[in-house]
C-alpha cells in the first residue's frame, strides 16, 4: 500500500508553530525551537489543569491532546508539536486523525528513538512518567530501528510534580535523582534519555549524579532540529521576520510557568488564560 504523499501547498512559512504539553516542561522544547528558528512566532498551551499527565488514563490523555490540537489548528498553526512524552506515547495516533494531514505533527520520541538507534548506543535507559514507560513506546521505537540495543525503562513519577512545584537546584529533588537513578533497572547503561520534556530542566543536577559516566541525551534539541528539517522540506521556515510572537495559553495559570517562561523568552511574554 502505498502512502499518501503530504502536500502542504496551503501553508504559509508566516504561520505559527503550535507547541504543546502538560505544564512547563515542553518549554524545555519551546527553548530550543526559538533558538535554532529565531524567526517564527510561535503558540504554546500548557494543559496545567490536568497536569502531571503520567498519572492519568489513556481516555483521558487522549481527550485533552486532541482537544489541544483542535486549538491549535483554530490558531491557524502550520505544524504541531507534541512537546509531551506521555501524550506522544498514548495519543500520537489520535492526534495524528484530528489533523489529518492539514499540517506536519512532530512528536518527541521518535525523533530521539532514531538518532539513538543509529548511533554508538548499546545499553540505553530511559526515565519517564508512568504512563510513557508503561506504553514501551521508547523501547519500541529504539529496537524497531536497532534489535541489538538493549533498553531500560524505569518510571520517575516524582519529579514532574517536583519541578511544577519549582524545586531545583534543591535537596528534594536531590533525593528524587539519587533514589531513582540508583535503581538496579539503570545499573549497566550508558546511556540515560530523558523521557519527559520536563526532565532536561534538572539536567544539570542529572549530569551531576552521573559524573561522565553516562551520556545524557538532550532530547529538546533533536526534536527542535527535526522541526527544522520538516519544515525545510516543505518550504515552510520562516526567515524573514525580525520580531516573532510568543504567545503562551495556559488551562490554569500557575506562578512556577510564568517564572519559567520569563526565563527562556524574557519579560515580555504574553501568558493567557484558556480553559478547552
Known amino acids: ?13 508566516s504561520q505559527p508553530i503550535g507547541i504543546f504539553d502538560s505544564g512547563v516542561g515542553g518549554l524545555t522544547v519551546a527553548k530550543e525551537i526559538k533558538r535554532l528558528l529565531p524567526h517564527e512566532d510561535l503558540i ?6 490536568h497536569l502531571p499527565y503520567g498519572e492519568k488514563s489513556k481516555d483521558a490523555i487522549i481527550e485533552y491532546s486532541t482537544k489541544i490540537t483542535n486549538f491549535l489548528l483554530q490558531q491557524n498553526c502550520k505544524a504541531i508539536v507534541i512537546a509531551c512524552n506521555t501524550a506522544t ?11 489529518n494531514g492539514k499540517v506536519p505533527v512532530i512528536d518527541v520520541i521518535n525523533p530521539v528513538a532514531e538518532k ?3 548511533e554508538i548506543h548499546n545499553n540505553v535507559g530511559v526515565i519517564a512518567t508512568k504512563a510513557t514507560v508503561n506504553s514501551g ?19 520517575t513519577p516524582l519529579l514532574v510534580p517536583a519541578i511544577e512545584e519549582g524545586f531545583k537546584n534543591h535537596p528534594i529533588t536531590h533525593a528524587i535523582i ?24 534538572l539536567i544539570d543536577e542529572i549530569k551531576q549524579y552521573y ?21 525545510d522540506k516543505y518550504h515552510l521556515l ?29 519579560k515580555t511574554i504574553d501568558l493567557e488564560l484558556k480553559v478547552l
Open 1 to 13: 500500500m502505498k502512502t499518501k504523499k503530504q502536500d502542504y501547498s496551503h501553508l504559509s512559512p
Open 44 to 49: 504554546y498551551f500548557g494543559d496545567t489543569k
Open 89 to 99: 506515547a498514548n495519543a500520537l495516533n489520535e492526534v495524528m486523525q484530528s489533523v
Open 116 to 118: 539513538v538507534a543509529y
Open 137 to 155: 513506546l521508547y523501547k519500541k521505537s529504539i529496537r524497531k530501528q536497532n534489535k541489538w540495543i538493549k533498553v531500560d525503562e524505569l518510571a
Open 178 to 201: 539519587y533514589n531513582y537513578l540508583s535503581n538496579n533497572k539503570l545499573k549497566n547503561i550508558e546511556t540515560l534519555i530523558l523521557g519527559c520534556t520536563h526532565y532536561p530542566l
Open 211 to 231: 559524573g561522565n559516566r553516562v551520556r545524557v541525551i538532550d532530547s529538546p534539541n533533536i526534536v527542535a532540529n527535526h522541526l527544522k528539517i520538516i519544515l
Open 238 to 266: 520562516n526567515d524573514n521576520n525580525p520580531k516573532p510572537n510568543y504567545h503562551f495559553y495556559l488551562s490554569d495559570l500557575t506562578k512556577n510557568f510564568e517564572k519559567i517562561s520569563k526565563k527562556f523568552f524574557g
